[in-house]
């Protein structure tokens, strides 16, 4: 082995008294001390550190800092140079008083840091080692010193760096990895590792399809390892890729390469290698190791992390013997990742690489016996010699890998009883499970439950399968076809598929055949690839009481269903309905986010209601749908019992089932925080439905109307009210259109609609009347006041608001009444009436105080708020709504405070005191822009403005208005 001679440079720093400092370019930059990684700040703030690593020990100047930075410096660019080594200077010194590390020099900085000390150094370092071990004829001094070499990388260099001197770098360094890495897997191909680097080669090749360097190379460690059918393919896939791309042929090197192997030329054989590892058989001979993995695939793509860290996991010399086990459900790609990561580490086990399909997923999955024996004879164990049962051949299994570093593969496990006797007894062999059921009783190392690409990766596999400049040419249409496969693996690659076959169809054109949802599955079918097929052979592993839970429980819509919502799809008690959900979630047929809640893939949830209507009926899944409605309908009524205690609403509408008992408004208030989203969603699922049970989603609406008291999912609720109060309407059900459309005015009006919440006003106050819903009128004429200015005259609007107080005192109700009062007391700001409107936000304030109804106290602080401001008591008006912020903060009511944010500002400027309105008003515009209130954010814009115009920073606010 020939050795690399002492590095250049003095020792390495050491900031934390005696850990070395290592500076991390080949990926993303890190700086380490020991090992603990440093915070190195901002992305401008690493290039900087980057710059001066790149010219480490040379003194860079400012300017030439500068121009690394930025194409066009700013102003102050000089200033922020100064600010980021002040700040790394905290981070990299160990005597911060008398810098060793970042060192000024005349008119630039030095980073004084040794040539072991920067990856990137180092990496030059070895490969001009391996260069000249090459030339003084040490192969192994060569391949070990590749090795390190490419073995520094984690990534793309300079990932995530700006500015021109990083991209200028990065493409220099990417160059480089790639010269090395081609010397490396040729060492390794002249080393006759030919079988251990395929997998490697494959992955290089399917990111650098173009490059025939890398081509020839895994052709020729194809064809020594008996492929030659694939190693012909890749050249098929070669000249394919640069007649499409460059319109030219392969080179004459790829091109005699082929020839070669065509007509099995002897120069291309595999150079002799010293005796195998593996064991020999009982006749004393030495067999070749075994080399079963499948072929990984050549448009593997995304999730680069995971590939990493399970690489990571299943590297030999730990204390334990790897065991990771890959679940999840049917299609998300758990054999094709396992493939990769095997071939990926093929190389640190070369005693063999052993795999097997335990076909788990069928109906007849393999004996573990069958495959032991199938192991043994790859190990050269000869038929004879195979033990009859399976627990002898488990123990000879484990004494011929004893010791020897060997990968085990087992895809499409069952369960544990099935794998355990598969499992070697060595440390020095690796085993990696897949399977769609949870690996329980195995003694996994790590086990990852797989979920669906991202958006991108999907995009991304879907133009390597069905073209680069297809997918590129309709970016729009590919990200709505692999959002309607759910982002699958099996989805995508069976949709890319179709396309791939269809030269002639648009991208758009089949999503617009997988729009409808009942077609979906059916559509998702190309050859042998097939989505239903996959999940089908799930389901037919289930005894008749989980496939009824696994039909049923998939009819609602939303963001999965609580135990308590599943118990009363299956109508089961909530113990057994959870303990279905649980062994569901096991077998990867559903998803468990976090306790006590399930979710479905939405294809898995499509391929379900498919079984619901083939098995169960239209009419059992409506009947199962309306009774988690009435469900809902009793809960949610029994939350405004807590919430807004004495208030009609929830005594209008009748559940007909029991409902959960609330113990106080806290506890209310956390369930609605877990279930409104389903809630909305289910009551938007049966408002579409011809057949389904309006008058139920229509007094769900009602009672759902105190989410705007809440501030919660506002723009839902009127969505929701909408589509409601239109289906009742065309149903000829005045009653439920009336309640409806009550929902939907004060939502107009939350959101500042005035038009339209004084439309919906006159509707429900003839609706009400028509159909005798008296508890209805004083809220709807209340609106038709608020919403009256400027169209009426003020002695309407006083007169409006008098018959809505009048109508609700005599019904009797002194929350109704508190609340109707308090309202009329904003009207009566409006007419400038600010003494009658303290008068009344004081009686209603009042009120509601001794109700305990919290929320109520909140509107009324507000409204008295607003009153004491318009009387010139701004002081007060500040204080009164400083303590209605808080309430909101208590109920987690953020669509709210923006509007109370906005007017404490008003109220701090009057009372002079700009600073806090400024500091109120952008409270208002990080709010609204966080929940997406548009109005409400031009609302917090205009006070901002105004705020610091009375600061002297009229130029600021427009800027901010810009």
């Known amino acids: ?39 190195l700040g901002p992305p401008q703030q690493r290039a900087l550190l980057t710059a001066l690593a790149l010219r480490a020990r040379r003194i860079v100047s400012v300017d030439e800092l500068l121009d690394a930075l930025w194409e066009e410096p700013p102003a102050r660019a000089a200033a922020i140079v100064r600010t980021y080594v002040s700040r790394l200077r905290r981070v990299l010194e160990p005597d911060r008083v008398h810098p060793s590390v970042l060192v000024s020099s005349g008119s630039g900085y030095v980073l004084r840091l040794p040539a072991e000390c920067v990856d990137a150094e180092v990496f030059e370092e070895r490969v001009a080692a391996a260069g000249r071990a090459r030339a003084l004829g040490d192969p192994a001094g060569e391949l070990g010193l590749l090795r390190e070499a490419c073995g520094l990388w984690h990534g793309e260099p300079l990932a995530g760096l700006p500015g021109p001197l990083a991209q200028a770098h990065r493409a220099r360094l990417v160059e480089r990895r790639l010269n090395a890495v081609q010397s490396w897997l040729a060492a390794e191909l002249e080393s006759g590792r030919h079988a251990e680097v395929i997998g490697e080669l494959t992955v290089w090749v399917s990111q650098y399809p173009l490059l025939e360097p890398m081509r020839e190379l895994l052709m020729l460690a194809l064809y020594r390892g008996g492929r030659q059918a694939e190693a012909l393919g890749v050249y098929a896939d070669a000249r394919r890729a640069l007649l499409e791309q460059l ?124 495959v032991l024996a199938g192991f043994l004879a790859a190990l050269g164990v000869a038929d004879a010699a195979v033990p009859p049962g399976t627990a002898e051949r488990a123990a000879l299994f484990r004494s011929r890998v004893a010791g020897r570093r060997v990968l085990i593969v087992l895809d499409d496990a069952r369960d544990g009883r099935q794998v355990g006797p598969l499992l070697p007894g060595s440390r020095s062999c690796a085993v990696l499970v897949t399977g769609r059921a949870w690996l329980s009783g195995l003694p996994v190392t790590r086990q990852v439950v797989l979920e669906p690409l991202t958006p991108e990766e999907s995009v991304r596999l879907l133009a390597a399968i069905a073209g680069q400049e297809r997918v590129a040419a309709e970016p729009a249409a590919a990200r709505r076809l692999v959002a309607a496969c759910g982002f699958l693996p099996l989805a995508v690659r069976t949709a890319a598929s179709r396309l791939a076959a269809r030269p002639a169809w648009e991208v758009a054109h089949l999503v617009d055949r997988l729009a409808s949802e009942r077609r979906r599955l059916a559509e998702l079918a190309a050859g042998e690839l097939a989505v239903a097929a996959s999940f089908r052979l799930s389901y037919d592993q289930l005894d008749p009481e989980s496939a009824r839970a696994f039909r049923l429980l998939s009819l609602a819509d939303g963001p999965g269903v609580s135990s308590a919502a599943a118990a009363v799809l299956l109508g089961l008690p909530e113990a057994a309905a959870e303990r279905l959900a649980e062994a569901l979630t096991d077998l990867g047929l559903l998803s468990c986010p976090y306790p006590g809640r399930y979710q479905y893939h939405d294809l898995l949830r499509l391929f379900a209601r498919e079984l619901v209507r083939e098995v169960d009926g239209e009419a059992a899944g409506r009947a199962a749908v309306e009774r988690l409605l009435r469900h809902y309908l009793a809960a949610v009524a029994a939350l405004y019992r807590v919430v807004r205690p004495g208030y009609p609403f929830p005594d209008l509408v009748a559940a007909g089932v029991p409902g959960p008992e609330f113990a106080g408004a806290a506890e209310g208030l956390a369930w609605a925080r877990r279930e409104v989203p389903a809630v909305l969603a289910l009551a938007g699922q049966a408002a579409l439905d011809p057949d389904g049970p309006l008058a139920v989603v229509a007094d769900l609406t009602l009672v759902l109307i105190q989410l705007i008291d809440l501030g919660t999912a506002v723009p839902e609720l009127c969505d929701l009210a909408g589509r409601v109060a239109g289906a009742a309407a065309a149903a000829g059900l005045p009653e439920s259109e009336a309640r409806a459309r009550y929902t939907l005015m004060w939502a107009q009006r939350e959101f500042q609609r005035t038009r339209q919440a004084r439309s919906e006003a006159v509707r429900v106050v003839a609706l009400a009347r028509r159909t005798g819903q008296a508890a209805l009128l004083p809220g709807a004429l209340v609106v038709l006041a608020l919403t009256g200015l ?17 109508l609700s005192a005599e019904l009797g109700n002194p929350s109704a009444h508190a609340f109707v009062e308090g309202m009329a007391a904003l009207a009566d700001l409006a007419v400038e009436r600010p003494e009658s409107a303290l008068r009344r936000a004081e009686r209603s304030l009042a009120a509601f105080r001794g109700l305990g109804d919290f929320v109520g106290q909140v509107h009324m602080l507000y409204a008295r708020a607003t009153a004491l401001h318009g009387t010139g008591r701004f002081e007060e008006a500040c204080r009164d709504y400083e303590e209605c912020l808080g309430a909101l903060r208590v109920l987690g009511a953020w669509d709210r405070m923006p509007g109370v944010l906005v007017s404490l500002a008003a109220s701090c400027r009057a009372a002079g005191r700009p600073a806090r309105a400024l500091e109120a008003a952008e409270q208002a515009l990080a709010i609204a822009e966080r929940v997406g209130l548009e109005h409400r954010r031009a609302n917090a814009l205009s006070a901002i403005e105004q705020a610091r115009a009375e600061l002297g920073e009229r130029g600021r606010g427009r800027s901010c208005l810009a």
């Open 1 to 39: 082995m020939t050795e690399i001679g002492a590095p250049r440079g003095t020792s390495a720093p050491e900031p934390d008294g005696g850990e070395r400092l290592r500076l991390c370019l080949l990926g993303p930059v890190q700086a380490w001390c020991g090992e603990r990684e440093l915070e």
């Open 247 to 370: 319109g030219v042929d392969p080179g004459p090197r790829l091109r005699e390469l082929h020839l070669g192997i065509l007509s099995g030329d002897p120069k291309l054989a595999a150079p002799p290698v010293p005796g195998p590892v593996a064991g020999g058989g009982p006749t004393g001979g030495r067999p070749t190791p075994p080399a079963q993995l499948p072929a990984d695939v050549s448009d593997y793509t995304g999730r680069d992390e995971l590939c990493a860290a399970l690489c990571a996991d299943l590297a030999p010399g730990g204390a334990a013997m790897p065991v990771v086990g890959l679940s999840g459900l049917g299609g998300v790609g758990k054999s094709t990742l396992a493939v990769h990561v095997a071939h990926a580490v093929a190389g640190q086990y070369p005693d063999g690489q052993l795999y097997a399909n335990l076909r788990g997923a069928g109906a007849l999955p393999a004996d573990p016996g069958e």
């Open 790 to 806: 400027p169209h009426c005259a003020d002695e309407e609007v006083v007169a409006r608001c008098e018959e809505a107080v009048a």
